[in-house]
């Protein structure tokens, strides 16, 4: 699986040539960079060899991300943005929404596993960022002094850095209350957070196990079971 895309948000106004050509060169540095981390190791691959493999300078890795770890607060949207490119807009999909979100779940652990390593480095990056900014800290790279929390390019209380899964969830479970399957008074935002904590925990236990993909999805659904017992009607 690719674990990048080039898709732009649907309800913005289109790039102009200039941003078009930015966003092209950012997009080329982070498949090098992963294309490099998949192949090498993440501590093992440098900023000069993802320079040289995007065939850019090193100044423009560092435009575009200013510390190696911005690769890994990157990668995580970029994979939430693939899952939403292959299964569609939310609004197309079918099927109840317990089924609908063993799908979204089912596509970020099998993507996760192909890459387990560099996943679990992924997904404790972006633990570790969202501390920083619940904190309001700055560290450097390696946690030891002042420096920027991130290097993604996006505002530091950008919302879609750290619930991009919980509002998809939080879709689903809004469509299910409009479709009566899910008890109209139940709390969208409580369940939405619960659902989307206990598929987080359980891929990352997963992957610290070594579990197989479908041993995490096996977990994952008696969970999901759990839960939906108490949002029906």
């Known amino acids: ?3 990048v895309s080039g898709h732009y948000p649907i309800h913005r106004k289109p790039p102009g040539r200039r941003e078009r050509k930015k966003r092209d060169t950012r997009l080329r540095i982070f498949r090098a960079a992963f294309e490099l981390f998949t192949e090498k190791g993440f501590e093992a691959t440098t900023v000069e060899e993802i320079a040289e493999r995007a065939d850019v300078g090193k100044g423009t890795v560092f435009n575009h991300f200013p510390q190696k770890t ?6 995580y949207r970029e994979w939430v943005g693939v899952i939403r490119e292959e299964l569609g807009p939310i609004e197309s999909w079918e099927g109840p929404a317990r089924a609908q979100l063993g799908r979204v779940f089912s596509y970020l652990t099998e993507l996760a596993v192909e890459r387990r390593a560099l996943a ?3 997904v404790f990056e972006n633990m ?3 501390q920083l900014r619940m904190t309001g800290e700055k560290r450097d790279d390696d946690g030891s002094g002042p420096g920027e929390a991130i290097g993604t390019g996006e505002p530091p209380d950008d919302p879609a ?3 991009l899964l919980e509002e998809m969830t939080w879709e689903v479970i809004r469509r299910g209350k409009d479709n009566g399957e ?3 008074e139940a709390d969208g935002d409580q369940a939405a957070s619960l659902i989307a904590a ?3 925990h359980t891929l990352v236990r997963g ?3 070594g579990e197989t993909a479908g041993e995490i999805h096996t977990s994952l659904a008696a969970k999901l079971d759990i839960i939906f017992t108490g949002l029906a009607p």
């Not at 911005?70 to 990668?75: D, N, Q, S």
Request: proline content about 0%; overall charge positive.
């Open 1 to 3: 699986m690719d674990i």
């Open 70 to 75: 911005a690769f890994l607060v990157a990668a």
């Open 120 to 122: 679990l480095q992924v």
């Open 128 to 130: 570790r960022q969202t």
């Open 161 to 163: 850095a750290v619930r």
């Open 182 to 184: 899910i008890r109209a």
């Open 198 to 200: 206990a598929g987080f």
């Open 207 to 209: 992957l610290v196990r």
